[in-house]
């Protein structure tokens, strides 16, 4: 299986990061998908930890969310 990591500018401004198998992309169910993200640099980080644990990982499951500023 060959995932691949894809980061776009969402309508809202912020960014979308979303993992899926370049053989058989189903953009409405990716293996994983997080919204709304405020900046492209916390994407692309997000997106290659996430690939990062799915290459040890037994079975892949899909995962979508949206990411939530953590309040200090």
Do not use: K
């Not at 409405?28 to 980080?45: M, R």
């Amino acid at each position: 299986m060959n995932l691949r990591l894809h980061v776009h500018r969402a309508f809202t401004g912020t960014w979308c990061a979303d993992i899926d198998d370049d053989n058989d992309r189903q953009p409405d169910d990716p293996y994983w998908c997080v919204d709304q993200w405020p900046t492209l640099h916390d994407a692309i980080t997000a997106g290659c930890a996430q690939l990062a644990e799915f290459a040890t990982a037994q079975r892949l499951s899909r995962v979508s969310e949206q990411y939530t500023l953590q309040a200090a």
